[in-house]
């Protein structure tokens, strides 16, 4: 995956030959009638245009109907195209409408994650303990001997019980181990004989193996040596480093079938270029495949793209990432817009304007923040230091815990006032707030947990808009809380009723449109659950609304 450069991204938060999902499966899409263009069967003028992928032209329905077989395979509702600076990437081939499925398609390999826990070289799953079994060939740990003739294990098992010496396998239960790495790239490295076509398409992947030698990057340096040296895998070393940088600039997190994270590495999925603000969403599901699905409506020729950092980190995060680990500069429209799409998310408040932001002003790789009314200006360094200040605290985890309700109001008023209601630091606060909030039932508690949610709610529809997981498990936990808050005022009896429907409407709102949004994920995937408990939620408030509205007739 690449933009101005490469990539990889964690759809986790979320094998081998891909499926092709069709707009209508085996149904021919509808043509429409446009300009003159020639026909992909007979060469003469055209007036229709498949309806599936807007590509291809025909002379008649029965042309179109003739192709199909063979268009079939090749009608998409996106296309591949390529330019210097962005390199190959995914573009909308038709109008898409949002919550679409543009493909599914399972990986070309998946292994572990770059450097990782003890995990199993069979199965994935986590190793518990220090009395694991281990591999009696390589031995590399196991979650049992029964999954050192797996079939993944099989085929690279010869290879690894080259380090006589035991160099690579890791000794015992402790930090998570760089050792991991190399295991991925042996198994991508395999393909060249066992499956000629994907090794092609690894080798057509962005790398950025010249950056990572020349950078003398560490755990790339040790891992193509081990490889090489030590498993005497046969393969030039630049081919070794092109795959190692394919692997790295590629690969997504998922998460193994017991939670563990893997990374794997998609034919297509590689393809899509990266947005702080993105119009497409993946899930994986529980197989491994990645569904790639429309998250807004996206226009005819418009870029596909996803979010190789998280949306919810600072500017300066971002951009690290993406120059670290993807070698480019984002200049998507949020990064390029000074205030962030209008949520002034990394910018502080002006201490000298009441309601004036700083906002980020560079100059040959040096950024300023500065207020364009009175001009106070900050150093970058400062801004930084402010913000990680105040992450650290929250890591620590001591701002909320064990706080009443009137402490945490406070302490987020305070957040507010030090930054503004929609900073990535008042994010980061209201989520904790909200977690310590949850055990307490006050109605004080009740009501500024829907305020808090509420607020994340339309922060998160900047930052992340459209049909995307995590806004509509934001829809859910909000409508559940203005549902609570509600239930709470009428069990108390000193609710006024109009504006206890109104609260009940908006809850309503929100469960709905987070039933619908939840609803599109695939149906074995962990968020599945969620839309059913949308949907009881949706029958709750609806019946709540019905009693208080006969209520109120019987009262008059």
Sequence with gaps: MKDKGGHSSSAADSHHHCHHHHNAEAEIPKSNMVASHVCGVCGTEASLVCGGCSSVFYCSKEHQKQHWGSHKKECHPYKTVASPEAGKYLTASRRLREGQILFQEFPLMTGPVSVSPLVCLGCHCAIEGNDFPRCPECYWPLCSLSCASGTIHQKECPVLAKDTRRIGPPTSQGPPTLRYDSILLLRCLSLRFDRPSDWETMLDMVSHAEHYQKAQDMVHTVTVRYVKEVLKVDLDNDIIHQIRGAIAANSIEIRNIDGTKIRAVYPRVRLLNHACTPNVHLTSTKEGAMEVRTAVSIDKGEPLYICYTGTTLPLWERQRILKDTYFFRCECNRCIDPTELGTHYSSPKCPECSNRYLKPQSWVNQTT??????????????????????????????????KSVKQIKKMIDYIE????????????????????????????????????????????????????????????????????????????????????????????????????????????????????????????????????????????
């Design 417 to 556: 006032s030090e930054f503004h209601a929609r900073h990535h630091v008042w994010l980061t606060a209201a989520q904790a707030a909200l977690r310590e909030l949850k055990s307490i039932d006050t109605e004080h508690s009740l009501r500024l947990r829907a305020e808090l949610w509420s607020k994340l709610l339309s922060l998160l529809s900047v930052l992340e808009p459209g049909l995307s997981r995590r806004r509509g498990i934001v829809l859910l936990e909000t409508g559940i809380a203005f549902l609570d808050e509600a239930k709470s005022e009428h069990e108390s009896g000193n609710a006024f009723v109009p504006q206890l429907t109104e609260r009940l409407q908006i809850a309503a709102t929100h469960l709905k449109e987070a039933a619908h949004i939840l609803g599109l994920e695939p149906p074995d995937s962990q968020t599945a659950p969620l839309a059913s408990k949308a949907q009881e939620k949706v029958v709750m408030t609806e019946n709540f609304l019905t009693r208080l509205q006969d209520g109120a007739v019987r009262a008059e």
């Design 369 to 402: 923040w500065e207020c364009d009314n009175c001009r106070t200006e900050r150093s970058d360094t400062e801004i930084q230091e402010h913000v990680k200040e105040w992450e650290e605290r929250f890591s620590m985890d001591d701002v909320f815990s064990q």
